[in-house]
DNA sequence: AGATGCCATTTGTCTATACATATTACCTGG
DNA sequence: CCAGGTAATATGTATAGACAAATGGCATCT
């Protein structure tokens, strides 16, 4: 609300929210299809009787979120989305396991300090010889093994990794609270269980898993890449969308 | 530009978009942690020698790309991220393939028009007896199977595509450019050939594949269930992020 | 001490105005 | 007829001022 709700028609939201979802709707409902030209900015102010500065923030919003594109003396127009894009979302795997109701257990297989090998350097970006932490664990919920993280940690990047031993605290949940980062990349694959990952995970040998690896970086310098493993019947990772963001 | 640089020491980016990556900065390099209350509207003004609808512009675009939260009375607030979200892109299958300088082929191995089953009507949240249009189709990269899809359609929501034979245009190009839709729902995880699927896809039973399953309507409409299954050694999900949106 | 109401502060929204900038459409001279 | 300049137009950014709404704290009353 806010601005005085001049007559009285106003249901309690912001002018500039009733006009942008005015425009949504007829973008999703294909009343207004892609490539098609909405009015022009004087012409929502004499609309909706109101600021140009008003419906100017209304179309830029709509831009930022990608549903329409501007374009300077020709106007603004709906754009055509190329892509399905998802917002995935990737908790925090203890948080995933109690949203579910189920009893959250985690241990720690392996902690190892090294320097980088060429494969560690291939996995991220590290220098050769880079000080680094390798670890290993295994996450269950409901007593049933339910993923199998294996991850090194830059410690020049994060030294402060090398003073936690993460027998408690899994290394994801550590991270998220002390180390901001400023780009990530997932990748996601299937693979099927060798004889080592059935035997952590208790699975037979062959059973097809969901793999995810991550690395994220902060300001371009690598801090850490990890693979998680989880058995393919208990897993799956769900996105829900809207084109307007 | 625009708003005349008042001294020169403009380097060309508008004083709000350098207001922008200022607090940026600050943010991601941890120099203002999560939780940190950074400065009211009015001493950001101050600071920048500005009106307070340049700083509130900059305010409300970080708290709409979720980096802070504003409090009435409070002041505003560097957010903590909870989940680790991605923008996962899911293209057009045939743009995906030829992205990778691959030949792309399309085979559609069945088509059927039917009424809604039990079973349809749990994948999607159709109507028993709903008209539906059932499609079976192969995607390959360079003469390799490269993915299945099994997809059905509600006709009462998508009447003009009775009318299409899929046989050269896949159904996933043909919703893209004629049906807008307002939500979408992914699942993504990882199961076992059976041998029909190994058959069609020419692997062996019981390799690890990935299963991406998508849901779609339009104003709570249903529209499309589709599932596509890829052979695990051939094909990743890939998606980059940043936190800035 | 505890409940209650008022006030100051901060964000939220809107207006009216101004000038900058990019780009198209048109006009004019060669 | 074409090249080049010019005006018109729509968006981009910024300002100053105004009032609304939410809320934390303080003062007051019981």
Redesign the pocket.
């Known amino acids: ?5 001049k007559r009285g028609a106003n249901a309690g939201v ?4 009733r006009i942008r979802s005015d425009i949504e709707g007829r973008i999703v409902s294909g009343e207004w299809p892609p490539g098609h030209r909405l009015p ?3 012409e929502l102010m004499d609309t909706y ?6 419906v ?2 209304v ?2 919003g709509l ?1 930022a979120a990608g549903l329409v594109e ?7 127009f709906v754009s055509r989305p190329k892509v399905h894009s998802a917002v995935l979302q990737i908790p925090d795997l203890k948080a995933e396991v109690e949203s579910r109701g189920q009893r959250y257990g985690y241990a720690l297989l392996q902690r190892q300090k090294r320097t980088a090998t060429r494969e560690d350097k291939a996995r991220l970006d590290l220098d050769l010889r880079a000080p680094i932490l390798a670890l290993r664990c295994r996450h269950d919920a409901a007593k049933q093994p339910f993923a199998l993280e294996d991850r090194i940690l830059n410690l020049d990047a994060v030294p402060d990794a090398a003073q936690q031993d993460f027998s408690e605290v899994p290394p994801s949940t550590w991270l998220v609270d002390h180390v901001p980062w400023t780009e990530a990349e997932h990748r996601i694959s299937a693979g099927n269980a060798d004889e080592a990952l059935a035997a952590d995970l208790n699975i037979d040998v062959g059973t097809a898993c969901l793999i995810i690896e991550r690395r994220t970086w902060r300001n371009g310098q690598p801090i850490t890449a990890v693979r998680l493993v989880h058995p393919g019947p208990l897993y799956d990772l769900t996105a829900r969308f809207t084109p307007s963001g």
Chains 1, 2 share one sequence.
């Open positions: 609300m806010t601005a005085p709700s912001a002018l500039y929210q022009f900015e004087h009787s109101c600021a140009r500065m008003t100017n923030k179309l830029s831009a501007r374009k300077r003396r020709a106007g603004s």
